[in-house]
């Protein structure tokens, strides 16, 4: 069995600044509502997240595409352990 490492929300936000240069960008560390889960860790953190977020990079692609663009600048997170990734798309005015 492998061991699930926290990650932060600072770390999570530091990359998707630098790679969708969002115009809005909320990340919520949701763990604790998950203790106990499969892919939950001892520490209650750092496994389960919501993010919220308004990006340029988004303007004129589809839903899965725009998700697919967060999943791909979280990439390394989901490698070292990140579980559960809730994403809201803010719809910006055109």
Do not use: C, W
Request: charged share 20%; glycine share 6%.
């Amino acid at each position: 069995m492998s061991t699930v490492l926290p990650i932060h929300v600072r770390a999570l936000e530091e990359q998707l600044l630098a790679q969708l240069h969002p115009t809005q960008l909320e990340v919520l560390d949701e763990s604790a509502a998950h203790a106990g889960h499969a892919g939950a860790n001892a520490e209650g953190f750092g496994t389960h997240f919501r993010i919220r977020v308004a990006s340029p990079a988004f303007t004129g692609k589809s839903r899965v595409a725009r998700h697919r663009l967060v999943y791909d600048a979280l990439q390394n997170f989901i490698d070292q352990g990140l579980h559960a990734l809730a994403i809201e798309i803010i719809e910006t005015p055109a």
